[in-house]
Nanobody, 115 residues
Framework: QVQLVESGGGLVQPGGSLRLSCAASMNIFNNNRMGWYRQAPGKQRELVATITGDGYTVYADSVKGRFTISRDNAKNTVTLQMNSLKPEDTAVYYC?????????WGQGTQVTVSS
C-alpha cells in the first residue's frame, strides 16, 4: 500500500512557526510533483505549495514569502516550513503526491494558529 504520512501539525501562536513533514512509503513520487494543500472549515481545499521532482516550486500568493516547500527524494519526504503564521492559516493540511498512475493524499494534519 502506498501511504503519505504527515507529522508536525499542532497549535501555534500567531507569528510562530511549524514544520510539516510528509513521508511516502514508496519512492514512486520522485519524478513527479508533491505538495501541500489545505482546507479550512467551510472552504474548499486549496493549493498551498507544490514542488516538482527537479525542485521547481509554486506557492499560493497567500503564503508566498512565509512558507517554504522542499523535498528529499532519497528519503521520499516533502516538508513545509511555515513561518509567520496567521490565524487564517488555520486548516487541515494535506500532503499530496503524484505518481505515474494517480494522485495520493495524506491523512491530513490539523494546524491551528491562535492566541
Amino acid at each position: 500500500q502506498v501511504q503519505l504520512v504527515e507529522s508536525g501539525g499542532g497549535l501555534v501562536q500567531p507569528g510562530g512557526s511549524l514544520r510539516l513533514s510528509c513521508a511516502a512509503s514508496m519512492n514512486i513520487f520522485n519524478n513527479n510533483r508533491m505538495g501541500w494543500y489545505r482546507q479550512a472549515p467551510g472552504k474548499q481545499r486549496e493549493l498551498v505549495a507544490t514542488i516538482t521532482g527537479d525542485g521547481y516550486t509554486v506557492y499560493a500568493d497567500s503564503v508566498k514569502g512565509r512558507f517554504t516547500i522542499s523535498r528529499d527524494n532519497a528519503k521520499n519526504t516533502v516538508t513545509l516550513q511555515m513561518n509567520s503564521l496567521k490565524p487564517e492559516d488555520t486548516a487541515v493540511y494535506y500532503c499530496y503526491g503524484r505518481s505515474s498512475w494517480r494522485d495520493y493524499w495524506g491523512q491530513g494534519t490539523q494546524v491551528t494558529v491562535s492566541s
